[in-house]
């Protein structure tokens, strides 16, 4: 349980960085996305995988583009 609230909390903190245009929170929302993947095998929520792989690819785009 508190492992979800860890994740969530890192989740919520991306996007308050996102809105405040700095651009390192891309860079803590791709290395998120490895514990959100490993929660979800734990826990057998393995439709939620796939969101984790999309969300680390928008994160990554968002990041290339935000870095020119």
Not at 5 to 13: D, E, F, K, P, S
Request: charged content about 10%; hydrophobic content about 60%.
């Amino acid at each position: 349980l508190l492992f979800s609230w860890a994740l969530m909390g890192i989740t919520v903190t991306v996007l308050w960085m996102a809105g405040n245009n700095r651009r390192e929170a891309w860079l803590l929302g791709i290395a998120a996305q490895v514990p959100w993947l490993v929660f979800d095998w734990i826990i057998g929520a393995y439709g939620l995988m796939p969101l984790a792989v999309i969300l680390g690819y928008v994160y990554i785009r968002n990041y290339l583009k935000w870095r020119k």
